[in-house]
């Protein structure tokens, strides 16, 4: 009966707790506590049994007892069927019966002495159950592979808080495999390179701070490689931890035989990476939007913001702007548009006005009023006659969109708003509070080409639960690069990284150069009530 409620009472407390320790983001870091559950869940029901014992000892020896008095004798029958409310009931009933008040004879004290000892054997019994049952808990889960080995683990559908048997069974076995050291060098050994397999190494986040940004990456180069279904491409993940271990992770993988590696992502990365691989020669396809990271054999598949600069002035240029104002962020991403900016408005013989806003100006609006106002040369009206023309018919924003939704309205108070100057922006600003702000209404942006995101989002949807970004098509484009090159004889692969006719990829369409930079096409967007409109599509060819 007491093995039954053991088991019974042992089974319940577990099923009540188990999911809790299955939603967790890593097991292993909750084993510790979990047997410590177990063992205290173990004790608390031997402890139960062992007040039910005593409590039926009492009620034996009142109902043998000729002493008791027959109107008080209590007879008790408990059935227990695992029900907690049950045993607490039985527990509250057990309270209110004392039969030591029942014991009347002479040889009370002689009876009283002998239960105690029963009691104490009781209790060091008890005592040796409970370390045997712990014992066997902590070998379950240290076991290791010379005992016999366990069926993979099936994880049940579904959140049925009353768990089976077999989900039950198949819990343990998980927690048994996940039992081996972690940390054990074994796990680390990648097996040998067969002859013809081209194995590639994916540099990116896969923790810390970044390691979203990773796994989009990782999951758009699966879904290439699902498309491409050939079994001589291996991938092997290098966790870069955004920079930190880049180094270490390409080295690793060139000691695995990597032919070509995807990644990294971050400058930062890409430079630590790029010490170790460009001694092997290994081709890098990077997925940065930094020229500076940009040599042979290490291409960047990145939107470089100077390119969107480029097709922006173009655009001004052959509509008959010719007065350009240039509003930075100075930071490393604001001044970088602004240089590039100025160096190919000279090339027109273009000198633009040149304003350079630190985060600690654009903070105060007082101070940020002021600047905005001198640079635009607003003098006040003495009365409501016409407007002074502006002194620029185009604007150049060189920030982010934070940036522009910053300057964006003071420029517009002091007469430099859209209905007399263009606004120029770059892709950060294909955002909804952007494309919202009223001040910013007939501003002009480049974007990627966005005719083929329906079809990418179906095949992405079909395979993960998430929504697609800019990263997982990058990812994807970067894997089917690779899969178009390994029908090539290795020294062929830079001739087809150079392809004259380019890529058409989910990306966009893109061409490699030489010195590991990119062409991309973008097309030019309007900003217009809430939305963008195309005012000039990207070319399908470059």
Same mark, same amino acid.
């Given at each position: 009966?007491?093995?039954?409620?053991?088991?019974?009472?042992?089974?319940?407390?577990?099923?009540?707790?188990?999911?809790?320790?299955?939603?967790?983001?890593?097991?292993?870091?909750?084993?510790?506590?979990?047997?410590?559950?177990?063992?205290?869940?173990?004790?608390?029901?031997?402890?139960?049994?062992?007040?039910?014992?005593?409590?039926?000892?009492?009620?034996?020896?009142?109902?043998?007892?000729?002493?008791?008095?027959?109107?008080?004798?209590?007879?008790?029958?408990?059935?227990?069927? $695992?029900?907690?409310?049950?045993?607490?009931?039985?527990?509250?009933?057990?309270?209110?019966?004392?039969?030591?008040?029942?014991?009347?004879?002479?040889?009370?004290?002689?009876?009283?002495?002998?239960?105690?000892?029963?009691?104490?054997?009781?209790?060091?019994?008890?005592?040796?159950?409970?370390?045997?049952?712990?014992?066997?808990?902590?070998?379950?889960?240290?076991?290791?592979?010379?005992?016999?080995?366990?069926?993979?683990?099936?994880?049940?559908?579904?959140?049925?808080?009353?768990?089976?048997?077999?989900?039950?069974?198949?819990?343990?076995?998980?927690?048994?495999?996940?039992?081996?050291?972690?940390?054990?060098?074994?796990?680390?050994?990648?097996?040998?390179?067969?002859?013809?397999?081209?194995?590639?190494?994916?540099?990116?986040?896969?923790?810390?701070?970044?390691?979203?940004?990773?796994?989009?990456?990782?999951?758009?180069?699966?879904?290439?490689?699902?498309?491409?279904?050939?079994?001589?491409?291996?991938?092997?993940?290098?966790?870069?931890?955004?920079?930190?271990?880049?180094?270490?992770?390409?080295?690793?993988?060139?000691?695995?035989?990597?032919?070509?590696?995807?990644?990294?992502?971050?400058?930062?990365?890409?430079?630590?990476?790029?010490?170790?691989?460009?001694?092997? $020669?290994?081709?890098?396809?990077?997925?940065?939007?930094?020229?500076?990271?940009?040599?042979?054999?290490?291409?960047?598949?990145?939107?470089?913001?100077?390119?969107?600069?480029? $097709?922006?002035?173009?655009?001004?240029?052959?509509?008959?702007?010719?007065?350009?104002?240039?509003?930075?962020?100075?930071?490393?991403?604001?001044?970088?548009?602004?240089?590039?900016?100025?160096?190919?408005?000279?090339?027109?013989?273009?000198?633009?006005?040149?304003?350079?806003?630190?985060?600690?100006?654009?903070?105060?609006?007082?101070?940020?009023?002021?600047?905005?106002?001198?640079?635009?040369?607003?003098?006040?009206?003495?009365?409501?006659?016409?407007?002074?023309?502006?002194?620029?018919?185009?604007?150049?924003?060189?920030?982010?969109?934070?940036?522009?939704?910053?300057?964006?309205?003071?420029?517009?108070?002091?007469?430099?708003?859209?209905?007399?100057?263009?606004?120029?922006?770059?892709?950060?600003?294909?955002?909804?509070?952007?494309?919202?702000?009223?001040?910013?209404? $007939?501003?002009?942006?480049?974007?990627?080409?966005?005719?083929?995101?329906?079809?990418?989002?179906?095949?992405?949807?079909?395979?993960?639960?998430?929504?697609?970004?800019?990263?997982?098509?990058?990812?994807?484009?970067?894997?089917?690069?690779?899969?178009?090159?390994?029908?090539?004889?290795?020294?062929?692969?830079s001739k087809g990284l150079l392809n004259n006719s380019g890529f058409f990829g989910y990306s966009g369409?893109?061409?490699?150069?030489?010195?590991?930079?990119?062409?991309?096409?973008?097309?030019?967007?309007?900003?217009?009530?809430?939305?963008?409109?195309?005012?000039?599509?990207?070319?399908?060819?470059?």
């Amino acid at each position: 009966m007491y093995l039954k409620l053991v088991k019974n009472l042992y089974w319940r407390l577990f099923i009540k707790h188990f999911d809790f320790f299955m939603r967790k983001s890593s097991i292993d870091s909750y084993l510790e506590k979990f047997v410590q559950f177990l063992f205290f869940a173990t004790m608390s029901v031997l402890t139960a049994c062992q007040t039910i014992e005593i409590e039926k000892n009492y009620v034996e020896m009142s109902n043998t007892n000729s002493l008791m008095q027959e109107n008080k004798t209590i007879t008790s029958e408990i059935t227990f069927d $695992g029900n907690s409310s049950d045993l607490n009931t039985f527990i509250t009933e057990s309270q209110d019966f004392n039969p030591t008040t029942k014991l009347q004879n002479s040889n009370s004290k002689v009876v009283l002495e002998e239960r105690k000892q029963v009691q104490l054997k009781r209790d060091e019994k008890t005592n040796q159950v409970a370390d045997e049952v712990r014992d066997s808990i902590i070998w379950q889960i240290q076991a290791s592979e010379h005992n016999k080995k366990i069926e993979e683990a099936t994880v049940p559908e579904g959140q049925d808080p009353l768990l089976t048997n077999d989900a039950l069974e198949a819990a343990f076995a998980l927690f048994s495999k996940k039992s081996e050291p972690a940390y054990s060098m074994e796990k680390f050994l990648i097996p040998s390179k067969k002859d013809g397999v081209t194995r590639v190494g994916v540099l990116v986040p896969l923790s810390d701070v970044h390691k979203s940004l990773g796994h989009e990456i990782r999951r758009g180069i699966e879904m290439a490689l699902f498309k491409i279904n050939d079994p001589n491409i291996e991938i092997l993940f290098l966790d870069t931890k955004a920079g930190e271990k880049a180094r270490s992770a390409a080295l690793f993988g060139l000691e695995n035989g990597v032919d070509i590696f995807i990644g990294p992502l971050f400058s930062r990365a890409a430079i630590f990476a790029q010490e170790v691989v460009s001694v092997e $020669g290994v081709p890098m396809l990077l997925l940065s939007n930094n020229i500076e990271v940009a040599n042979p054999d290490s291409w960047i598949l990145g939107y470089l913001p100077e390119q969107q600069i480029d $097709g922006l002035l173009g655009h001004a240029i052959t509509t008959g702007k010719r007065q350009f104002a240039i509003i930075a962020q100075d930071d490393p991403f604001g001044l970088r548009l602004k240089d590039h900016a100025i160096q190919r408005l000279s090339e027109f013989d273009l000198q633009p006005s040149v304003i350079v806003l630190s985060r600690e100006q654009l903070s105060d609006q007082i101070e940020l009023d002021s600047l905005i106002r001198d640079f635009t040369g607003y003098v006040t009206t003495v009365s409501d006659a016409s407007i002074k023309e502006s002194r620029f018919d185009t604007v150049i924003f060189a920030g982010d969109s934070e940036f522009a939704l910053s300057t964006a309205p003071v420029l517009a108070y002091y007469d430099v708003g859209p209905e007399s100057a263009l606004y120029l922006g770059n892709s950060l600003w294909d955002h909804p509070q952007v494309l919202s702000e009223p001040s910013l209404q $007939g501003g002009v942006f480049t974007s990627r080409p966005k005719s083929l995101d329906s079809e990418f989002e179906k095949k992405w949807s079909d395979l993960w639960n998430s929504k697609s970004g800019i990263l997982a098509r990058l990812g994807f484009d970067a894997m089917a690069i690779v899969g178009a090159l390994v029908s090539r004889d290795r020294e062929e692969w830079s001739k087809g990284l150079l392809n004259n006719s380019g890529f058409f990829g989910y990306s966009g369409t893109f061409k490699l150069l030489p010195n590991g930079q990119n062409i991309r096409a973008f097309e030019v967007r309007k900003v217009f009530n809430g939305q963008s409109k195309i005012v000039k599509p990207a070319p399908d060819r470059i």
